[in-house]
């Protein structure tokens, strides 16, 4: 996750806590948008890129449940963002929106590529942290998320 600053990322957050181990689609958007909210409080986020796909089910629904929770606009298959006149654009298989200043959740598959980082983002990120929050930090009701975990 450290790598992520290379490509010019501002911040890292890795959300994980036992209590939410075997969470579904429904508990794991409902983890991430509380998490992403409390970041909303202090920073002001224009992208949240997320895979198309889950390693454990395939479901496909995180991205679309996770903008549906957050207030979000939502790309499919997004294929490429661009700044234009400080707004952004967004281009997906079947669509393009244009001159979006809101925030917006986009899914990407597999063959989505990154550009390759710059050597000055890359000795940039060994200074950076990955911020880690476990619900100590986000204090989310438990009966929400995962399984129970006994105590």
């Known amino acids: 996750m450290q790598d992520l600053y290379s490509y010019g990322v501002d911040s890292v957050y890795l959300v994980s806590d036992k209590s939410f181990a075997e969470s579904d689609t429904l508990a794991t958007t409902f983890v991430l948008s509380t998490a992403i909210k409390k970041i909303m ?18 479901t496909g629904q995180i991205s679309a449940g996770l ?7 939502y790309c499919n298959c997004l294929q490429s963002v661009a700044l234009i006149d400080e707004k952004y654009e967004f281009i997906t298989d079947q669509y393009t929106l244009k001159n979006y200043d809101g925030v917006v959740v986009a899914d990407v598959n597999s063959e ?4 390759f980082p710059s050597l000055q983002n890359i ?12 619900n100590d930090d986000l204090n989310m009701d438990l009966n929400r998320v995962g399984a129970s975990v006994p105590n």
């Open 41 to 58: 409080e202090s920073t002001k986020i224009n992208l949240i890129l997320c895979g198309d796909k889950t390693i454990d089910s395939n």
């Open 67 to 73: 903008a549906y929770r957050i207030g979000a606009q």
């Open 112 to 115: 989505w590529e990154l550009p």
């Open 123 to 134: 000795m940039k990120a060994k200074e950076k942290k990955v911020i880690c929050w476990s």
